[in-house]
Nanobody, 122 residues
Framework: QVQLVESGGGLVQAGGSLRLSCAASGRAFNTYTMGWFRQAPGKEREFVAC????????RYADSVKGRFTISRDNAKNTVYLQMNSLKPEDTAVYYC????WGSGTTSGYDYWGQGTQVTVSS
């Protein structure tokens, strides 16, 4: 099992940047594909980005390509989401998720964090 704790959310103006972090506890972090998801008020949760356990592939939602960057530091058991050129429509609760030996899909994650709020003002 793995426990996930997100941090780094906050209030930012449109065009600004934030970096989210997700710290994992438990063993074998390097065997987990890590993903970021978000849920805006009144909307379903949606996929944002993921990075495979073996670094072979990284995937982004079309809505964030070129603006967001996912990365991981296995020595620190942490995955990051660098968010640049933020837009008001990026406002949501952002969740970190883990899928052991995952192939880097947009669903099927077994473990979830509690979420961190990101609010982008216009």
């Amino acid at each position: 099992q793995v426990q996930l704790v997100e941090s780094g959310g906050g209030l930012v103006q449109a065009g600004g940047s934030l970096r989210l972090s997700c710290a994992a506890s438990g063993r074998a972090f390097n065997t987990y594909t890590m993903g970021w998801f978000r849920q805006a008020p009144g909307k379903e949760r949606e996929f944002v980005a993921c990075i495979r356990w073996n670094f072979i592939s990284i995937r982004y939602a079309d809505s964030v390509k070129g603006r967001f960057t996912i990365s991981r530091d296995n020595a620190k058991n942490t995955v990051y989401l660098q968010m640049n050129s933020l837009k008001p429509e990026d406002t949501a609760v952002y969740y970190c998720a883990a899928d052991q030996w995952g192939s880097g899909t947009t669903s099927g994650y077994d473990y979830w964090g509690q979420g961190t709020q990101v609010t982008v003002s216009s």
